[in-house]
């Protein structure tokens, strides 16, 4: 089934349009979220598909709103919030992985409850949600920013911001063992992998 979720990752990126312009985003969200799992001994294929897939439900969402610069509008917003809950009826629905879904549904909760959909708190969220939810913001805040119209942080940048936001959005235990997996990666300027799959590849293997 992992194949299978792959090659249909691989279909919808080339024949949608938003998916496509996150495709890299999603890779490497899925390297970092194995990578992490695999140090807190919470890896398995449901992580591998749920953290590649995990903006799979942003496909019916219009790219307008999706990459809009300004301020979303309170309805812009919870249209896109809506994805969570679409790409675990897709993984649930159509994949049958009733358990990866899980982890899609709640990359966006956050400790403190006040994520969505469901305002879970701490450890009612999945481990497994909680490492893609950070793996998520890490690479956003360094890389992927067009949807936010700031300019990148720097990776130590980006530490310090996760460590303000430990306890609160993110789990603070998982923050600093991603924090020192990362490190050890001696990862490049991003401009230097960030949409190279081979060199994605050998980073993290």
């Known amino acids: 089934m992992g194949h299978n979720a792959e090659k249909l990752f691989e279909q919808i990126s080339q024949d949608n349009e938003v998916i496509h312009v996150f495709k890299y985003h999603s890779l490497r969200v899925m390297s970092f979220s194995c990578k992490l799992a695999k140090v807190v001994d919470c890896y398995d294929e449901d992580m591998k598909i749920a953290s590649l897939l995990h903006d799979i439900g942003k496909m019916g969402i219009s790219k307008e709103i999706l990459l809009k610069p300004a301020k979303l509008s309170e309805l812009e917003y919870q249209i896109i919030k809506a994805h969570s809950h679409i790409g675990n009826n897709i993984l649930r629905s159509i994949l049958n992985l009733p358990r990866a879904a899980l982890f899609v549904r709640d990359h966006h909760e956050r400790w403190d409850g006040s994520g969505y959909p469901r305002g879970l708190i701490g450890e009612e969220i999945s481990i497994q949600g909680r490492i ?32 303000r936001c430990s306890w609160s959005q993110f789990d603070g235990d998982l923050v600093e063992q991603f924090i020192a997996t990362v490190k050890a990666l001696s990862i490049p300027h991003n401009e230097k992998w960030y949409e190279d799959r081979d060199k994605i590849n050998e980073i993290f293997l």
């Open 132 to 163: 893609i939810c950070l793996c998520d913001a890490f690479d956003t805040m360094t890389i992927d920013r067009r949807n936010y119209n700031k300019k990148t942080l720097s990776y130590d940048e980006a530490f310090e911001e996760l460590r």
